[in-house]
């Protein structure tokens, strides 16, 4: 069984720029999750989808980070404009039942 | 801010030796999972135990709660090289899925 897929795996940016994490979750797999894990830190939901539906956003900063899971499938995290506190990994999970499976997350640099 | 702070921060034990962490939270919960993360294999699911059991076992890991002192403690039994890794508890309040993790302790096994 195929792992959950993140693209790119790093990117550099300069503050104010924007950038977009691509998540493929594991077949079957009804709900996904973002989560930003700062250096140091245990990880931090950000977003939690069922399906194509929001489930728990209560944690992602709304003014500068959106995300979509369209067609239920696929999803995408953005950050407009990015912030120097924004340098973190963000990782995806997904989820059929109680366990998660995470992806190998996207570290971001911002500068 | 995190549900679950963990305790030691980090911890250096003999390979064969036993190792013991902890995980304090502040609300009720759902249940309680624990998490490994090494740069090998990524984010990890352990074990999950539900708030109405108060000890559960898989393999060499040893998982106990403690709902009244809303504590838990994993216990690696035997330790190995490849144990190397931090180690998170994740509380899920809700029955959601929504998990709040940790601070995570750092375990090194030294050969």
């Known amino acids: 069984e195929a792992g959950v897929a993140q693209s790119p795996r790093y990117k550099i940016i300069e503050k104010r720029q924007s950038v977009a994490f691509w998540c493929n979750p594991i077949?079957?797999?009804?709900?996904l999750y973002w989560y930003q894990q700062i250096l140091g830190q245990g990880p931090k939901l950000l977003i939690q989808?069922?399906?194509?539906?929001?489930?728990?956003d209560s944690q992602l900063p709304k003014d500068r980070f959106s995300a979509e899971r369209l067609k239920g499938v696929d999803s995408t995290l953005k950050i407009q404009p990015a912030k120097l506190e924004d340098s973190a990994v963000y990782l995806c999970a997904s989820s059929r039942g109680e366990e998660q499976f995470f992806g190998p997350g996207t570290r971001l640099t911002v500068l | 801010s995190q549900q679950g702070e963990e305790d030691p921060q980090a911890l250096s034990i003999q390979e064969g030796e036993n190792a013991t962490m902890n995980c304090s939270y502040k609300?009720?919960?759902?249940?309680l999972q624990w998490y490994r993360q090494n740069s090998g294999r990524g984010l990890v699911h352990l074990i999950l135990?539900?708030?109405?059991?108060r000890e559960k076992h898989s393999g060499r890991l040893r998982v106990t709660l403690d709902t009244s002192k809303k504590s838990s403690s994993l216990l690696i039994t035997a330790s190995r090289a490849a144990d190397t890794a931090s180690y998170f508890c994740?509380?899920?309040?809700?029955?959601?899925?929504?998990?709040?993790f940790g601070t995570g302790t750092r375990l090194t096994v030294i050969p």
């Open positions: 994740a509380t899920d309040k809700t029955g959601a899925n929504n998990l709040f």
């Open positions: 609300t009720s919960i759902n249940n």
């Open positions: 989808f069922q399906n194509n539906g929001v489930v728990d």
């Open positions: 135990i539900r708030s109405n059991e």
């Open positions: 077949s079957g797999h009804a709900t």
